[in-house]
């Protein structure tokens, strides 16, 4: 699916399929950007959750921007509260067609709210600072932090850039307030325990930072 909405118990559904469980009330936007990804961390739902062909979220081929603009023709708009770029993998590893979609839906519906969900090692794919290029076209970013140090956050992302990449997911963090009204750190619950999620909140209140705690999904 390019894009979707979210329901109790982790169900992934076609727009058509969320209006008939859900008839009233709005949702969330969720856009599939892409499969790629420069992590593969333990807890990765792509390792873990089974899905049907009709609501699975692993994309057989790169989608184009023409595909994902005709899908967001297609959505009914008048239910949506948000739009959430995310993906079955990192979304910024599709950095152009990301941005190019950010602008089409402030150009579209220019109301919502855009949030994107990353992992923040964007800097390190492209070697420069990245956030500039979400300035007026994105309201809030989340971005994974996972952990309150570099050995842990690498044992558990297993990132292709190493230990380094902790330290460059927090500064884009720090370069991202420049350009993004809302930045968010987040870390799973039930992946670590209290003391962790603890001096995780330390390091975003020094930081001048939101720390929110996302529910684990074993399924």
Known sequence: MLVYATHEGGRYLPFEESLRVQPEGKR???????????????????????????????????????AFKK???????????????????????????????????????????????TNGLGELEYGREISKDFHGVLDTVSISLNASNAERYYALTRAKYGVKSYQAMLDFAEHSKKY???????????????????????????????????????N
């Open 71 to 117: 899908a967001l023709d297609e959505v009914p708009w008048d239910y949506i509260k948000e739009v959430v770029f995310c993906g079955f993998g990192e979304p910024t590893m599709q950095l152009d067609t990301l941005v190019e979609l950010l602008h089409y839906v402030k150009e579209t519906h220019p109301e919502l709210p855009t949030r994107l969900n």
């Open 28 to 66: 969330n936007l969720y856009v599939n950007v892409t499969n790629e990804c420069n992590c593969a961390c333990t807890f990765c739902l792509r390792n873990m959750k089974k899905m049907a062909e009709e609501s699975s979220l692993w994309l057989k081929e790169k989608p184009t921007v023409e």
């Open 180 to 218: 993004i009204p809302h930045v968010v750190l987040t870390i799973v619950d039930q992946v670590e325990g209290p003391e962790e999620i603890a001096r995780c909140r330390e390091i975003c209140q020094a930081r001048g930072l939101t720390l929110r705690v996302r529910p684990y999904e074993a």
